[in-house]
């Protein structure tokens, strides 16, 4: 038999060479090549076999079958992954160390061992421990089949034997092929590691999930590499001191993305937050300078999330620090509110937080973030019951945000009353118990606020 061949494959652009090299040929990048097996080329006579088993045809005439989601019996688990899981789908949720990713995972197996054949493979934690932390969750009796094992070909053989119809990898980053000399985690190991395991699961009809960590640069491990491989990408989001966590789809073959689950680690696991929209509030007695509410659009659901704001003196080159938001549209923010508001903040550290740990991406965040801003600047407090959303762009606009109506119906289902929002948000049918203040520039938002 001929020698498996290697190959060298850049983790930044994929790019691959026949030798290491300390800089990537495709990218440029360096120190970036690592080893990799090399595909066997076809020879012409596979093409032909192919080419004889799918014919060419017409898109019109193909028919579209639906593809059928199968629930994992946790809902906000479903809703992140579009309606379940898929046959021969493969997942990949992603998230912090400690996040919570074994437990909900163990938990929603449990739930789909009643229906079905569901195999565990722990490449971190002992059968025992797994055990634990079942019996911990109140999992008594579980049906769920576990293997603690980490050699990928001793997997595969244990996918054969036992045929589960969902099996989840935890994680991705412990497992090894023998194929390769790199060690497990490498992004070459995960790669082909990943790669197998897809192949099983599209042959066999398995569902995979992969659980995969999260590198100190935010993410995940062989980054580009992995996303690419499976159908749907969750991520796992939230403070670890805070017991509200998120699960986001940010790629979904078979759903949309940007919906996300909620849920609160309790004593026993991840429960689901069926109505999550008041979790991001942090609760003053009184309204605090600094702080203004947002209603920010996740997926399919108006969240409101308090954003927070400290301006204080700082020394010759002041910092922007944000945490949940971008950095780079805060610096954008505070220009544009020192150039058409003239507030002026370049000699001032600025910090930005989203309450709750949530992450925020939506443009539409940015009134409520400059408002923030601008009250603790002025030491002022916005009034109690006030939130506010609009994109801002260069030129001082405040441009509408997707959903308005929605928005602002679930801001005042909550009880709150003020709001400053784009004109072209405003509802032609008055909303009650809210009085909306309708802005087309920053400087207005800013006079407006001033004299509530
Ligand atoms: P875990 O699922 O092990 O995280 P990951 O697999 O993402 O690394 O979650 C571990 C944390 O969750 C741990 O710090 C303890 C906490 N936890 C609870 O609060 N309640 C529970 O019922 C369980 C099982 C864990
Ligand atoms: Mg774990």
Known sequence: MAKEKSIYVCGECGASSPKWLGKCPGCGAWNTLVESVAEPA????????????QPVATLSEIEASEIAHQGTGIAELDRALGGGIVEGGVVLIGGDPGIGKSTLLLQALDALSRTMKTLYV???????????RSRRLGLEGSQVRVLAEIQLERILAALEAEAPAVCVIDSIQTLYSEQLASAPGSVAQVRECAAQLTRTAKASGTTVILVGHVTKEGAL???????HIVDTVLYFEGDTHSSFRLVRAVKNRFGAVNEIGVFAMTERGLKGVANPSAIFLSTHGEPVPGACVLVTLEGTRPMLVEIQALVDSGGPSPRRLSVGLDRDRLAMLLAVLHRHAGVAAFDQDVFVNAVGGVRISEPAADLAVLLAIQGSLRGRALPRGFFAFGEIGLAGEVRPAPRGQERLR????????VAVVPSANVPKKPIEGLTIHAVDRVEQAISIVREL
């Open 122 to 132: 722990t490449g971190e934690e002992s059968g025992a421990q797994v055990a634990l």
């Open 42 to 53: 076809p020879g012409k006579n596979r093409f032909q076999a192919l080419a004889k088993s």
């Open 221 to 227: 491990a062989g980054p580009r590499v992995l996303e």
């Open 410 to 417: 679930e801001a005042a289902k909550l009880g709150f009353s």
